[in-house]
């Protein structure tokens, strides 16, 4: 299905689907920052972005979660989940490489158990995507098998064409759903073809040339020369939508607690700290290693799917300087050369 909706109309499909009762989530200006987060009508909503600083996994992940609770009774204990954290909501405006994240994390958090948290959120969000029409030296989107209209993981696409007019594309069948459901707020399509204002993002590297360096390189000077600049405050992975370690606390007294579902980075020194006090990354250089294996071998091997989006904050928000696209460079030039393996 294809419809068309003016940027001025914006507010009244936010106030329609808040009529609904959809919990409506956008980007909107939050001091210097951009970020993704609830809003009460389309005035709100900022599109003069690249992308927003936060992305868009702890809408189905949280920084911090509880799973369960418990209370101690002699010989008895009592265990209460929590109930009601998958809200109807959609999230309007997110860029295509943030929605694409959401089914290459599908894959991880319904591998060798299904994580409800995760997959009640996905059934009950739906996602309305807008094609980016601007891009920063951080892009690598096309480098890593994307583009700034991709409609993977998208429910709904808007692309902007001429004035302020957006062309709407169902791409799911919830999407097409969701369309129906308000379709008195949209226009139909025009009848001639419009140009799409999409950006022009630059392929900086061969994809397939950064695998079969990894596949031969896990030992190479390479990666201590990468991370001498790391500070290993695991900004990247935070930022990063497709970046999935946690850890489990029980945040407790002797005889109730909460047990607590945490974000946690494999940047941080105690990631893999063992109790006997080893390490087996007990350098940057190994953690830093371990980053770019997870999304460019193992991840690969084991979903057959890269686990990054070229979205480039990681680059953008690293108080170092480091660059992950300029790095992925360098290693496919270094694969390229004679008596590596391609």
């Known amino acids: ?102 089914p290459v994390m599908d894959k991880v958090f319904n591998w060798d158990c299904s994580d409800k948290f995760w997959v009640q959120r996905r059934e009950a969000v739906t996602i309305v995507t807008i094609a980016c029409d601007k891009c920063d030296t951080y892009c690598f989107c096309t480098s890593v098998g994307l583009a700034p209209d991709a409609k993977g993981g998208s429910d709904v696409l808007f692309t902007k064409i001429s004035g302020d007019d957006y062309v709407v594309e169902t791409v799911t069948e919830k999407g097409e759903s969701l369309i129906k459901e308000f379709e008195g707020v949209f226009s139909d399509p025009l009848s001639e073809a419009s140009d799409r204002q999409v950006a022009t993002v630059e392929k900086k590297f061969e994809i397939e040339k950064v695998k079969s360096w990894l596949d031969e390189n896990f030992v190479h000077t390479v990666w201590t020369d990468f991370s001498l600049k790391c500070i290993g405050c695991g900004a990247c992975t935070f930022v990063c939508p497709t970046c999935h370690c946690f850890d489990i606390v029980d945040e407790c007294t002797m005889t109730k607690g909460d047990r607590v579902k945490n974000w946690d980075g494999c940047q941080f020194k105690m990631f893999t700290m063992h109790t006997s006090g080893h390490n087996p990354r007990s350098t940057q250089g190994e953690r830093w290693r371990q980053r770019i294996m997870h999304k460019f071998k193992y991840y690969v091997e084991k979903f057959d799917s890269i686990l990054c989006v070229g979205c480039g904050r990681c680059s953008r928000v690293c108080p170092a300087d480091m660059n992950i696209s300029e790095m992925l460079e360098i290693i496919a030039t270094e694969a390229s050369q004679p008596g590596n393996k391609e």
């Open 1 to 102: 299905m294809e419809k068309r909706l003016n940027k001025k109309d914006f507010d009244n499909f936010i106030t329609s689907l808040r009529g609904k009762g959809y919990k409506t989530i956008a980007p909107k200006k939050d001091n210097n920052l951009i970020v993704l987060d609830e809003v009460q009508g389309g005035g709100e909503i900022s599109l003069d972005h690249v992308i927003t600083n936060n992305s868009i996994k702890e809408f189905f992940f949280p920084k911090t979660e509880k799973v369960l609770s418990y209370r101690m009774e002699k010989n008895n204990v009592q265990i209460e989940e929590p109930e009601d954290f998958a809200v109807k909501s959609v999230i309007f405006g997110s860029r295509p490489c943030d929605a694409f994240s959401l």
